[in-house]
């Protein structure tokens, strides 16, 4: 057994991904009971919905999981900003019959700036905790650190990892640029180098003393066995988990992810005011009509983006939906989570007959 699986607890060198809006509470105990590490993300909530979504997972199993926080610096208001978006969309709101906001709200706040999540997590100490889009301050590492809570975090660059391993978190998640979902960068502004998967890897591997958790394109054993080769000490899948039976996603994603077999991704700022991998679908569509500065901070631009959406649904058009999905879309598999992690571990010892003999 690895140094990562020690110190996670698990069995298998796999993640869930945490997957804001499409893992569950079922899908993580399902990963957890199969010998992988399921996820939870509670990022997008407040304090009292991460409580009752852990309690969920704890009443199904007792096996360690993750619970993933955001960790972006908190959102600056611009009313002009704002006001000249919400006018550039309007007529697609008419379009459905419904009105746009008034006005943009920060939807839900950083960890940064959450106390009550921060006291949540050392009353509930959670095995292991992660962290996208950033870090905490040294006393909140120190703090959940001495809780006993093993801590992870993305990076999307050797810079950022070096940063992970300067503040004393023990495992990096390296997320390249193939993964769905948001891009994990510090600053959301700055250049990206848009590194792949294995590339970042092998990076990370030969400079930091960490373990390293490979994230973005992987959705077989055969990919996983790819980055253990590289020197991970384990992969991070989310997009494989999109089409489980426990997944929440709708029937709209589901449908966006058959009908394109999830041949073309793309990386857009639009739905939310962050850099994410979309499926095509309406708003991806909108993608480069745009420019950077035009779009609202993240998440008060994502605000308009789920009124949209819900404008839309009503009608019932599904295409302005936060579709999220990485570019091994078109291997994803239907399946329970169980299975799932059965045949990834089927696969892996596949290609890595070495391992089972171990």
Not at 92 to 109: D, K, N, V
Request: glycine share 10%; with cysteine.
């Amino acid at each position: 057994m690895n140094r990562l699986l020690s110190l996670l607890g698990v069995r298998l060198p796999l993640i869930q991904a945490p997957m804001a809006g499409v893992s569950s509470p079922e899908m993580a105990a399902a990963v957890c009971e199969a010998g992988a590490l399921g996820s939870l993300a509670v990022g997008a909530g407040d304090a009292d919905a991460a409580r009752v979504l852990i309690a969920s997972v704890r009443a199904r199993t007792a096996r360690p999981f993750n619970v993933n926080l955001f960790c972006h610096a908190p959102a600056v208001a611009d009313p002009a900003r704002e006001a000249a978006w919400i006018k550039r969309f309007a007529p697609l709101f008419e379009g459905w019959g419904a009105s746009p906001p008034q006005a943009l709200r920060e939807i839900y706040r950083s960890f940064l700036a959450d106390d009550a999540m921060l006291r949540l997590l050392l009353d509930e100490r959670p095995a292991v905790v992660s962290f996208h889009f950033g870090l905490p301050s040294a006393e909140i590492i120190a703090a959940l650190r001495g809780a006993g809570i093993v801590l992870l975090a993305t990076a999307t660059s050797l810079a950022e990892a070096q940063a992970v391993a300067a503040a004393g978190i023990d495992a990096v998640v390296a997320q390249g640029w193939e993964a769905g979902g948001h891009r994990g960068v510090f600053d959301a502004d700055a250049p990206d180098e848009k590194l792949g998967t294995m590339a970042l890897v092998r990076l990370i591997t030969a400079t930091i003393d960490k373990p390293v958790i490979a994230a973005g394109g992987i959705m077989d054993g055969q990919g996983i066995a790819a980055a253990l080769a590289l020197g991970a000490s384990a992969a991070q899948l989310g997009t494989a988990f999109l089409a489980i039976d426990e997944s929440l996603a709708d029937a709209g994603y589901r449908a966006v992810l058959a009908e394109s077999g999830g041949r073309h991704t793309l990386m857009t700022r639009v739905v939310s005011g962050r850099p994410a991998r979309i499926l095509p679908n309406r708003i991806a569509a909108l993608d480069g009509s745009y420019a950077p500065a035009e779009v609202p901070a993240y998440p008060i631009a994502y605000d308009l983006g789920k009124a949209l959406n819900a404008a839309a649904k009503a009608r019932g058009e599904h295409g302005y939906g936060a579709h999220w999905a990485g570019q091994g879309a078109p291997l994803v598999r239907t399946m329970s989570a169980g299975e799932l992690v059965r045949t990834l571990e089927a696969e892996l010892g596949q290609a890595m007959p070495e391992r089972d003999e171990a």
